[in-house]
């Protein structure tokens, strides 16, 4: 079982970038596809990105697309996302999740995921 700690969010203004990390502990973390879901008040949760295992392939949400990177480290067990050009609507607590993968992989269904840590806020103003 993987344990997942989010760190990096913060207030930034629109227009700049910021950088959260998900270090993984307790499991295998090159096993595991993962993703970046966010979550704002009064909203549900919704897709922001996703990797494979080897970082062959990658997701985003439209409203991400160009503007946010997905990235992991396998030997550092982190999961990264690069977030630039933020803006307002940006602003959410932004969740890692990890699942299993596997043929029947959906990577934008939060029930693909089997785990999923704290979260961590990411503040944008504008």
């Known amino acids: 079982q993987v344990q997942l700690v989010e760190s990096g969010g913060g207030l930034v203004q629109a227009g700049n970038s910021l950088r959260v990390s998900c270090a993984a502990s307790g499991g295998t973390f090159g096993t595991y596809v993962m993703g970046w879901f966010r979550q704002a008040p009064g909203k549900e949760r919704e897709f922001v990105a996703a990797i494979t295992w080897t970082s062959t392939s990658t997701y985003y949400a439209d409203s991400v697309k160009g503007r946010f990177t997905i990235s992991r480290d396998n030997a550092k067990n982190t999961l990264y996302l690069q977030m630039n050009s933020l803006k307002s609507e940006d602003t959410a607590v932004y969740y890692c999740?990890?699942?299993?993968?596997?043929?029947?992989?959906?990577?934008?269904?939060?029930?693909?995921?089997?785990?999923w840590g704290q979260g961590t806020q990411v503040t944008v103003s504008s």
């Open positions: 999740a990890a699942g299993s993968g596997g043929i029947s992989w959906s990577p934008r269904r939060p029930d693909a995921y089997d785990y």
